[in-house]
């Protein structure tokens, strides 16, 4: 018998995050992608995938072939010019979910 093994190593999304007048980047659209994502893959652990991995795309803001700058990655914001760095919702989110290692499927 076979056994296959999967690691999810890059899922995420571009958005035109900005952070408002705090500083806070409220990005829920990228929660709620990664949300989605995290409960399929909830499900395909219950129905016996050997999941062994699930990685968020990206960690931080970057330069991205297809969309340059323009569009934000990342579940960190940086402010390009000054290179500071500041945690989103979808990051606080994300690490919250990696400590408890469970997602609530609906």
Known sequence: MLTVSVRFTENGAAY???PDANGYV??????DYLWLHLQQCAL?????VKLKGYFAW???DNFEWAEG???RFGL???DY???KRTVKLSGKWFAELAA????EIR
């Open 16 to 18: 035109d995050d900005k």
């Open 100 to 103: 408890r290692n469970s997602v």
């Open 81 to 83: 010019p000054s290179q």
């Open 76 to 78: 960190i914001y940086v």
């Open 44 to 48: 395909a652990l219950q129905d016996g």
């Open 69 to 71: 700058y323009s569009k």
């Open 58 to 60: 990206s960690l931080m």
């Open 26 to 31: 409220a990005d829920a659209n990228r929660r």
